[in-house]
């Protein structure tokens, strides 16, 4: 019920996982299975349909009539329309996997996450920014987060980028208004790895991290796109970004 709860009205992603892992152990799931994939990423709200079906029939809300395939169903359908869970394909043409993304779990992003200053001269940071004359769309943020996400997995299935880097995502972070990803972009034949940071906001001008804010509106956002990376190849930070 309380897995149930955290769906439907909001609540911590965290709280969510711990839930998922105490109803498959009373599940008597083996203890690899009790994993999701999607744990070493903390702070994106992603569930698979398993778990989720898994969270539905264990809940005493519904009756056992809803408890099979049909009836299941239904209710990832009518979640859906509500805008609760919002799916999501991940992956590639080989491997695809396809959880929901739940909005509601998003959390306010800490402004201490990310900083385009860095202590190391060695590293460079380049943006881009994109001003919403009018006021922006309901759900705007939340649908660009979650194509990035979409993109950012298949993409680095893709075992080159444009300049032949190897890439992986390391970390994602998903806020409601931004998102933070992690890549290792690592040069063919090349022993270690460098790391690119690609960090999204979605900013009035009263932000820190506004750029040009006098320009801007009281009702006006913007959209800054960054990229973090070694200064001495930007390269690596385009094929990470």
């Not at 809803?66 to 009518?78: F, Q, Y």
């Not at 859906?80 to 394909?89: A, H, M, R, T, Y």
């Not at 993304?101 to 060695?122: G, Q, T």
Request: glycine residues 4%; proline residues 4%.
């Amino acid at each position: 019920m309380v897995a149930i709860n955290c769906i439907y009205r909001g609540g911590n992603f965290e709280e969510l996982v711990l839930e998922i892992r105490e109803t498959k152990r009373d599940c008597f799931f083996d203890e690899e299975a009790i994993i999701s994939p999607f744990e070493q990423y903390l702070n994106c709200p992603l569930i698979t349909r398993e778990d989720l079906d898994l969270l539905l029939k264990n809940n005493d809300s519904f009756s056992s009539s809803l408890n099979d395939e049909k009836g299941l169903k239904l209710i990832r359908l009518i979640l859906k329309e509500l805008g609760v869970i919002d799916p999501i394909e991940i992956g590639s043409s080989n491997y695809v996997l396809n959880p929901y993304f739940i909005p509601k779990l998003l959390e306010v992003k800490d402004r201490s996450v990310w900083s385009y200053s860095c202590s190391n001269p060695r590293i460079k940071t380049i943006c881009n920014t994109w001003l919403i004359e009018n006021r922006s769309p309901e759900g705007l943020a939340k649908s660009v987060i979650k194509v990035l996400l979409e993109y950012s997995h298949s993409f680095t299935q893709v075992q080159s980028g444009v300049y032949g880097h190897i890439i992986n995502l390391s970390e994602a972070f998903c806020w409601e208004n931004g998102a933070l990803l992690k890549f290792s972009v690592k040069k063919p034949k090349c022993a270690t790895a460098d790391f690119v940071e690609i960090s999204l906001e979605f900013v009035n001008r009263l932000s820190d991290l506004c750029i040009a804010p006098d320009e801007m509106k009281a009702h006006q956002q913007r959209i800054l796109l960054s990229a973090k990376g070694p200064s001495y190849d930007l390269n690596i930070i385009k094929d990470g970004g």
